[in-house]
């Protein structure tokens, strides 16, 4: 028999909604895996679509980014299905491996957003430096939700045995489409901006269209990432531009081209997409920075233009 859940009766199980958008593009099978494993149900807010950024645009303020207005919309898409909504509170994970600001405060942001509404939310807090591991946060979490350390303990191991088996898995398969022909084009861009189905992926899938093959920082051994970043800039602090840096670093010799993709404002992205820019100047780069409105003819065009730029410098035309 389980304990309480969060000091209420403990049956049934909670059911966790889960927003699609930001961290769950990195952390969709560790979060799904973990709750499965504990029994316990998860719901998944829809795909991103027009009104999910007017929805999520109404409750933010003007100077958010987009991704944040998008999370923002996804929460309010599961208000009132389910018990709670999963936003993890991730602060750093280690000496200069900081998080952006951002995934501290969207919990708080959120709660505070909701706060006339009888949903409840549940977060689970990853700290370093603070002396919160990952394993220590889902381990707590777990508690929480009334099973036993060793429940959550054997739950959130096999979760992440899953996610690491997973990602060498994506990342074997990006390998291969590296010896594929045609132009190979580095997308250095956060999960959370290329694999949204609104944003961006049709950045992706029109890239495709074109005969390119996509390759993507973000798939690449994590920790050998960030080992190489420091080539580039040892002082860079935010943990995944440091992965996506030293990601490019590693395929520079591999690419084409690249192309940065993230989402208007994001403050992080403005300053070390200028840096790739700078340190990678014998690569054509194509920077671009999506916004909410309507319409692709005008990023179909810059990625025609880039895409006839790689193959001139190729001697295709």
């Keep these: 028999m389980r304990k309480p859940i969060l000091g209420r009766p403990s049956s049934p199980p909670p059911v966790i909604g889960i927003p699609r958008a930001m961290l769950f593009y990195r952390y969709e099978i560790l979060w799904k895996n973990f709750f499965t494993a504990l029994g316990v149900k998860?719901?998944?807010?829809?795909q991103t679509n027009k009104d999910i950024i007017k929805q999520g645009t109404a409750v933010s303020i003007d100077e958010a980014c987009l991704s944040t207005k998008i999370f923002m919309g996804h929460v309010r898409s599961l208000i009132g299905k389910c018990d709670y909504i999963l936003i993890p509170r991730i602060s750093n994970f280690g000496?200069?491996?900081n998080m952006c600001t951002k995934f501290e405060a969207?919990?708080?942001?959120?709660?505070?957003?909701?706060r006339k509404t009888p949903q409840?939310?549940?977060?689970?807090?990853?700290?370093?430096?603070?002396?919160?591991?990952?394993e220590d946060a889902f381990t707590s979490l777990g508690e929480r939700l009334g099973f036993s350390r060793k429940q959550s303990l054997a739950s959130y191991r096999a979760a992440k045995k899953a996610e690491t088996d997973y990602l060498k898995n994506r990342i074997k398969l990006q390998e291969q489409d590296l010896k594929k022909k045609g132009l190979k084009i580095l997308?250095?861009?956060?999960?959370?901006v290329e694999m949204d189905p609104y944003i961006g992926k049709p950045v992706i899938s029109y890239l495709r269209k074109m005969g390119a093959v996509p390759v993507f920082?973000?798939?690449?051994?994590?920790?050998?990432?960030?080992?190489?970043s420091v080539k580039v800039s040892p002082t860079l602090k935010w943990e995944f531009s440091r992965e996506l840096v030293g990601s490019a670093y590693i395929y520079r010799d591999k690419i084409d081209g690249i192309i940065l993709l993230s989402a208007f404002p994001c403050?992080?992205?403005?300053?070390?997409?200028?840096?790739?820019i700078r340190r990678f100047s014998g690569k054509p780069i194509l920077n671009m920075v999506l916004d909410d409105q309507d319409g692709t003819a005008g990023v179909e065009t810059r990625l025609?233009?880039?895409?006839?730029?790689?193959?001139?410098?190729?001697?295709?035309?």
Excluded: W
Aim: charged residues 25%.
């Design 42 to 46: 998860c719901v998944l807010s829809p």
């Design 95 to 97: 000496i200069k491996r």
């Design 120 to 134: 409840k939310f549940i977060s689970y807090n990853v700290d370093y430096l603070g002396g919160i591991t990952e």
């Design 106 to 114: 969207l919990y708080d942001i959120a709660r505070n957003t909701f």
């Design 304 to 317: 025609e233009s880039f895409i006839d730029i790689l193959k001139f410098k190729g001697g295709e035309l």
């Design 187 to 192: 997308i250095v861009s956060h999960s959370y």
């Design 217 to 228: 920082a973000d798939l690449f051994d994590r920790k050998d990432a960030l080992k190489q």
């Design 267 to 276: 403050g992080p992205d403005s300053m070390v997409n200028e840096m790739i």
